[in-house]
């Protein structure tokens, strides 16, 4: 079973140009066998300087490097970032710190942890990544609720917060933002996945736990902030839902559900246009 990565041109929008296919294999499956049994990449995240494209690959347990050709936009594997074996990357994001230091942040499905990388160049062509910080998805000394499965991981747009969606952990019962409230049987109550917040250390990349607050609903697959950092849409897969949130621009913290709206089918993704 095969996985791949495709690069189009899109310059001239009316003619698209395929640029190159690359295909994925595993000789055997991981030490997840269930999750792991062929390559699974997530997702694609460029570096800062443009030259280097990154793509978490949860079935292999790495996340493979590209180092991008200027000229001819064409990608060549160089060496990936291997993670803890069965730990399943899913998602990075950069973070360019105001003393001038790149941070990688990587979130794993499996393992649920979050993990900073110091990110080094080395000429034009050469990227390296050590690490100077881990802790569970849910805080250094919180329990990771049984079961849960890391999504989507976001900087806030002011460089100084980060959140990441938990799944499948039913950690919340709130009142349903498709009803008007609940009565006091608890009629309309719903359970609830959450939304993770930290506050970013620009000195060292560490994180700091600041918040656990419920997402909306089951399977926050993927979330977005908007220009300003004062909302965030959630994609409630499981529930069909997207919500929007209220969000402390000031603080990082949620404070509230101020609209949702229920969709037709499953919800894997919700992006601000503004």
Known sequence: IGSSLTTINVTTLSSLTLLNTTTFTLPSPGPVPSRQEAPHPHQVAI?????????????ADLVRVYLIDPSTLTLHSIEPLVTAPG?????????????????LYLVTE????ITSYAVSYFGNDEIRFDRVFQCPTHGAGNT???????AEIAISPDNRFFTVSSRNERSFIIPS????????TGAGDIESDSLIT???SPETGELVFLQKFPAGGLIPRHFSMNGNGSLIAVAVQQDGRVVILRRSVETGQ???II???????EVTAVIFAD
């Open 254 to 256: 949620l404070k509230e």
């Open 144 to 150: 990771v609720p049984e079961g849960a499965a890391a």
């Open 47 to 59: 570096d800062p300087t443009g030259r280097f494209l990154l793509v978490p690959d949860l079935g």
């Open 177 to 184: 933002p498709d009803a008007e409230g609940s009565d006091a």
């Open 198 to 200: 930290y506050l970013i």
């Open 87 to 103: 730990s399943g990357p899913r998602h990075v994001v950069f973070f360019e710190s105001p003393t001038g230091a790149t941070y």
């Open 110 to 113: 499996l393992a649920n942890t």
């Open 259 to 265: 609209a949702s709206i229920k969709l037709e089918g």
